[in-house]
């Protein structure tokens, strides 16, 4: 479970006066946050970006948070340990809260690794709201695509805390879909989220 940070007993929150459905209404579609898990190399950001790309041709409004992106800018104080891992991800989880309540459809690409923070972040976004997309991937497919060379300094001893190496990574077992990236192509992949997406999720007015 992670826990809030809430400190101030002096602080409220205001309601706007225009709502996320008025906003979806001008949008034309829902606003949704679907949240890819997965080793690293798994295929997690590489699909995100092009599902993003196909929503954005459809006329929707849309926006990526990437793992690595994030480390850069609002996450850029943490580390790799479960503590730090927990932080990220309550950090992100309410940021794409927001933008779910802007009318954004929010793809998230991060590995998130442990089953009690993606549950968390199921209800703070709400299970109608939250689409879990596992890429699976044998280990073994994530090293070879490895072109940074991380999981070769993991098993090294240069890299700590590396998710699938020294550092556990809990399989999904509710998710809403689940791709084996090893086996589809990326557009392949693609079209079963949007698949997905537009004709069971029915996003798209």
């Known amino acids: 479970m992670i826990a809030s940070n809430m400190c101030s007993e002096n602080t409220i929150c205001y309601n706007s006066l225009v709502t996320r459905i008025d906003r979806e209404k001008l949008n034309g579609h829902k606003s949704v946050v679907i949240w890819f898990t997965g080793l690293s190399g798994s295929g997690k950001s590489t699909i995100a970006h092009e599902v993003e790309k196909r929503l954005f041709g459809l006329a929707c409004r849309t926006f990526v948070f990437d793992g690595d992106n994030v480390r850069h800018g609002l996450c850029g104080d943490l580390g790799f340990t479960p503590e730090n891992r927990k932080e990220n991800i309550r950090r992100i989880g309410e940021m794409v809260k927001l933008f779910l309540e802007a009318g954004v459809i929010t793809l998230s690409a991060f590995i998130s690794p442990y089953k009690a923070d993606r549950n968390w972040l199921r209800e703070l976004v709400s299970p109608e709201k939250f689409i879990?997309?596992?890429?699976?991937?044998?280990?073994?497919?994530?090293?070879?695509?490895?072109?940074?060379?991380?999981?070769?300094?993991?098993?090294?001893?240069?890299?700590?805390?590396?998710?699938?190496?020294?550092?556990?990574?809990?399989?999904?077992?509710?998710?809403?879909?689940?791709?084996?990236?090893?086996?589809?192509?990326p557009e392949q992949s693609v079209d079963i989220v949007l698949n997905h997406l537009i004709n069971d999720k029915k996003i798209i007015f």
């Open 132 to 185: 879990e997309i596992y890429c699976r991937c044998p280990i073994e497919v994530c090293e070879k695509r490895d072109v940074k060379g991380l999981y070769a300094k993991a098993r090294a001893g240069l890299i700590t805390n590396y998710t699938g190496i020294t550092s556990a990574y809990e399989e999904p077992d509710n998710s809403d879909l689940v791709i084996d990236t090893n086996l589809l192509s």
